[in-house]
């Protein structure tokens, strides 16, 4: 139908911005996306100047309003990196560079959470947002703070003009208590600023309407709604269509995370397992090291192409080899010495390659034995983004040892899941 409303969703990343339109059904409607320049290291940190994303949004937003009849675009979400924090002044103007999701420079400060905060809570670790936000505090040149901002936050603030709000997924990592949604007590022990603290509100719900001038510039039209969005995880995870009860995402990119749809939070600080909230339901799950960088330390993406037709998955080689881009494991168990596996190595690299798949598999399958052994609900499905999703012979090395139904995702686009969120508050406002 000619009127058939559109809803957006804006996926900011790492090294760019995504955004795609979906109608009523679910259907794409369009899509455009814009880069950026990557994040500037610093010894164990990494940071990005804020106004790199709102350039890619601008041209992001502003290519797809362009592709689409932008006057049936009615409400907006936006995902970022998890633990990302910036902190800006009253007007959202950013003080300082943004610390990355993986910027770890804050270790002092995350041995002070560990020392105060219970072992559930998200805050823990260098790379959490509440570490972030400490070591900001602890600068002292941060005069004239008003708020501590996510990423998606912050786009959402440029976006409706209206900055101090957060949602719940990304606020988890700042130590939000996501069980009892409220700020937690503990903060004052650790001098947390809490007038740097954002409202939170429930992903998928209306924050407001995009700022007119805005709106005029990106060529959208006045008075589409701005909903509460999530991170780009939690994102990637809707996009896939998982809904039901023990539906799980596995991840195949540099790193393996697990997701899993439980109806009962989890939380194990020691072995990496945290959980979102969605809605009345939970996204319980962690991350392993090993994955993609395990296997590239080996094979170059090329070659294990050529490779992968040699690859014989009902035939399992035998070898036992737990692959890790380098010493450290945090989960499915938490190792910070444990060594690399990948020995002996056959002469035949089909079938060294096809030993460490197997081996990347098992870390899968105890991963989810490990979410269940905390209380998560039985596996029921897998569905497979990431790069290493694409590997048919990986899948069917996973899908014999997993032993449940593969559906195929929706989408691999963390927008998309987005769009679903502001196809949501659209729906509920």
């Not at 002996?344 to 269940?372: K, N, S």
Request: with cysteine; net charge negative.
């Amino acid at each position: 139908m000619a009127h058939d409303p559109l809803f957006v969703g804006i996926d900011v990343g790492t090294s760019g911005v995504r955004a795609v339109a979906i109608d009523r059904g679910g259907t794409l409607a369009g899509q455009a996306s814009a880069a950026m320049p990557a994040p500037d290291r610093e010894g164990g940190g990494l940071s990005q100047d804020p106004a790199q994303w709102w350039r890619a949004v601008e041209t992001a937003l502003g290519e797809l309003a362009a592709a689409v009849p932008a006057k049936r675009i009615v409400a907006l979400a936006v995902d970022g990196t998890s633990g990302t924090l910036l902190v800006t002044d009253g007007a959202g103007t950013p003080l300082a560079p943004a610390l990355m999701y993986n910027d770890a420079r804050s270790t002092g400060e995350a041995a002070r959470v560990k020392q105060v905060a219970p072992p559930d809570s998200g805050g823990h670790g260098a790379t959490s947002a509440l570490a972030k936000l400490l070591h900001f505090q602890g600068r002292g040149d941060l005069g004239g703070a008003r708020h501590a901002l996510h990423q998606a936050d912050w786009i959402a603030g440029r976006l409706t003009n209206c900055f101090g709000v957060t949602d719940e997924n990304n606020c988890l990592k700042m130590g939000y208590d996501v069980v009892a949604r409220r700020w937690p007590d503990w903060f004052d022990a650790l001098g947390v600023r809490r007038d740097l603290l954002s409202e939170v509100r429930v992903p998928g719900t209306v924050l407001g309407p995009v700022d007119d001038k805005v709106a005029d510039q990106l060529g959208l039209p006045r008075g589409v709604r701005m909903v509460a969005g999530t991170t780009d995880g939690v994102a990637a995870f809707l996009a896939t269509g998982a809904f039901e009860i023990g539906d799980a995402v596995t991840s195949l990119g540099s790193t393996l995370v697990v997701k899993l749809l439980s109806n009962a939070p989890l939380f194990d600080a020691t072995s990496g397992v945290y959980s979102h909230r969605l809605g009345d339901l939970w996204l319980p799950g962690g991350a392993s090291n090993s994955g993609g960088a395990a296997l590239l330390r080996f094979f170059t993406a090329e070659r294990m192409v050529e490779l992968t037709p040699r690859l014989q998955p009902d035939r399992p080689t035998g070898l036992s080899y737990y692959p890790l881009p380098a010493s450290g494991e945090r989960f499915p168990i938490h190792d910070p010495g444990k060594s690399s596996i990948t020995e002996p190595r056959p002469d035949d690299d089909a079938l060294f390659l096809q030993g460490l798949l197997e081996g990347i598999a098992e870390i899968e399958v105890t991963a989810y034995r490990h979410l269940r052994d905390l209380g998560a609900p039985a596996l029921r499905s897998v569905r497979n983004v990431g790069g290493g999703a694409q590997n048919p012979a990986w899948t069917a090395i996973r899908a014999r040892r997993l032993g449940v139904a593969m559906p195929e995702p929706v989408s691999l686009e963390a927008a998309y899941g987005t769009a679903l969120l502001a196809q949501r508050g659209a729906a509920s406002a």
